[in-house]
């Protein structure tokens, strides 16, 4: 008989990516719902109760994890100690499967997880494996590269919106895929559902697989073709800038995500998928006129909140 999950517990329900998986729990219903926090939190959603413990003690969380069918792991730490913490707690109160908090690229590519942004997450995924191993828990991750949603808001991968300024990683041309937040929560959602199909394995996702420059072309079709200020990356450089900055120390946002970027634009590193597990974790593709519909909705928000 298979295993049916139905107490779960959320680390990290108020992060970017962990508000959007809260959401889809409770859109996607039929889970006990119980939320980690290191501080009493505000108003929880219909449903879900909220535990605050101690993240340092791996006694403290175990004791919070008693009776829980799945951990879904949704910290954005730099520290990988305290996921690591989170999984000694989970096997040691018998919980059958965590969820890694990778939501990245490939964690199986070696290329990407040397670089020093990613290596926090190498040591989660590696650990969780070596305990799954053991028979000790089970896990899944799921790959969704980048947030779509989110870097087109914020800029991350060299494209203002607002501004119309774009510097092109390269010539723009490399192949990625991009996942939008929401459907990352639906991904996870569908991962719990059917527990034995996803048990112990890399699940990878994506809502559009595209170049930035493709995504570009979108955005002036959405936006207009005039007015764009047009300029070139080498991200070669760009990395050897970056390992310079982490050898002296600096750990800064913009060298980890120079870091990024750097791995979302250069060959061997990510890339179009040959497999991808979008129809086992319910995740729908994207229209070109449905990302062009996106841009124009986060556009119009950037436009607003800049009043």
């Known amino acids: 008989m298979s295993r049916q999950i139905k107490n779960v517990v959320l680390a990290g329900a108020t992060g970017t990516l962990g508000t959007h998986i809260l959401t889809g729990l409770v859109?996607?219903?039929?889970?006990?719902?119980?939320?980690?926090?290191?501080?009493?939190?505000?108003?929880l959603p219909v449903g879900a109760t909220a535990k605050v413990v101690d993240f340092s003690s791996v006694t403290a969380l175990a004791a919070a994890l008693q009776g829980q069918d799945a951990v879904i792991d949704a910290i954005s730490s730099p520290d990988p100690g305290v996921s690591m913490r989170l999984i000694d707690a989970a096997v040691t109160a018998s919980v059958y499967r965590y969820i890694a908090p990778e939501f990245s690229n490939d964690p199986k590519n070696e290329k990407q997880q040397a670089l020093p942004v990613f290596g926090g997450k190498k040591q989660i995924y590696e650990y969780l494996q070596k305990v799954a191993s053991e028979d000790r828990i089970t896990w899944t991750?799921?790959?969704?590269?980048?947030?779509?949603?989110?870097?087109l808001r914020t800029g991350f991968v060299n494209i203002d919106l607002l501004n119309k300024k774009v510097a092109l990683m390269n010539d723009g041309s490399h192949v990625f895929s991009w996942?939008?937040?929401?459907?990352?929560?639906?991904?996870?959602?569908?991962?719990?559902?059917q527990a034995e199909r996803t048990k112990n394995r890399t699940l990878y996702i994506y809502s559009v697989q595209k170049s930035q420059k493709d995504i570009l072309a979108i955005a002036k079709d959405a936006l207009g073709a005039e007015n764009w200020e047009t300029e070139s990356q080498d991200m070669e450089t760009v990395l050897e800038q970056?390992?310079?900055?982490?050898?002296?120390?600096?750990?800064?946002?913009?060298?980890?995500?120079?870091?990024?970027?750097?791995?979302?634009?250069?060959?061997g590193y990510t890339g179009r998928l040959e497999q991808d597990n979008n129809d086992l974790l319910g995740v729908q593709p994207m229209s070109d006129e449905q990302v062009k519909t996106l841009i124009q909705q986060i556009y119009d928000e950037l436009r607003s909140s800049k009043k």
């Not at 119980?34 to 939190?41: F, K, M, V």
């Not at 991750?141 to 870097?151: C, E, K, M, R, T």
């Not at 996942?179 to 559902?193: D, I, K, S």
Request: proline share 3%; aromatic share 10%; charged share 10%.
């Open 141 to 151: 991750a799921i790959s969704n590269g980048a947030f779509l949603d989110w870097v």
């Open 179 to 193: 996942t939008t937040l929401p459907e990352v929560g639906t991904a996870v959602c569908n991962a719990l559902a």
């Open 242 to 267: 970056a390992m310079i900055a982490v050898k002296s120390g600096d750990y800064s946002w913009k060298v980890m995500g120079d870091l990024i970027r750097y791995s979302l634009s250069t060959p």
């Open 27 to 43: 859109t996607y219903g039929g889970f006990n719902l119980t939320i980690l926090t290191r501080n009493a939190t505000g108003t």
